[in-house]
């Protein structure tokens, strides 16, 4: 099993659709989950943190169920700019339990159509 | 709070050469790890490092690929003899300490010629 599988995508919207992005990742002992979004030829940005309760930003909501070792993100009300690619991210404990690491799925493309 | 920097932007090197890829964590990040993303590709952990020491390498390839990260400057990513297949996106993220989210630089578009 892969550390972090994404959705392999893509996905073609129109304007206004709700969309929804699937992650599961393999290590339990994970601490940490991003969404990240890159546009084409840019660097990844944090787009947001996944908290256990929930968390919401906007037209944006992130879930957690650690129990299902599942991530998910929502956008509402797609608006055009949304295009990129969207990083499932998860950050996990590596050697003696003192430092960690950064992985990241592969990415689902979006593309919000007019 | 300048954001993380990576120098240069792009590098073009003749098979052979050596590439030297900067990276300038933001103001207070002691964590740095290194990816590299080739063509319509996600992004492939390389190494993670602290200052004056190297954490986890175990995404670096066993031979021409280096990095470090010193006390004092940048740290450095370094590919000796480079081939086509080198050719790629090379990102460097940061980040304050172990748990929280790690911010990017612009990344350095290696060329090999």
């Known amino acids: 099993r892969k550390e972090v599988e994404q959705d392999p995508g893509p996905f073609n919207v129109p304007e206004g659709a709700t969309v929804a992005f699937n992650c599961t990742y393999s290590n339990s002992a994970s601490q940490s989950f991003f969404w990240y979004r890159q546009d084409c030829r840019k660097e990844p940005k944090l787009l947001m943190s996944?908290?256990?309760s929930g968390n919401e930003d906007g037209r944006f909501t992130a879930q957690l169920n650690r129990a299902s070792q599942y991530i998910s993100l929502l956008i509402r009300d797609s608006k055009l700019s949304d295009s990129a690619t969207y990083l499932c991210v998860v950050k996990g404990v590596i050697g003696g339990g003192s430092n960690y690491k950064l992985t990241f799925g592969k990415g689902t493309l979006l593309t919000v159509n007019p | 709070n300048a954001g993380v920097m990576q120098n240069p932007r792009h590098l073009v090197r003749r098979r052979g050469q050596e590439a030297r890829l900067r990276c300038s964590p933001m103001k207070g990040h002691s964590h740095v790890y290194w990816y590299r993303q080739l063509p319509e590709e996600g992004l492939k952990f390389m190494v993670y490092l602290q200052k004056e020491n190297i954490i986890d390498e175990s995404g670096m390839p066993k031979e021409r690929f280096s990095a470090e990260f010193p006390k004092e400057g940048p740290s450095i990513l370094r590919i000796q003899q480079v081939v086509r297949g080198d050719s790629a996106a090379y990102f460097c993220?940061?980040?304050?300490?172990?748990?929280?989210?790690?911010?990017f630089g612009q990344g350095t578009r290696l060329t090999v010629v």
């Open positions: 996944v908290y256990s």
């Open positions: 993220a940061s980040s304050p300490n172990r748990a929280t989210e790690a911010f």
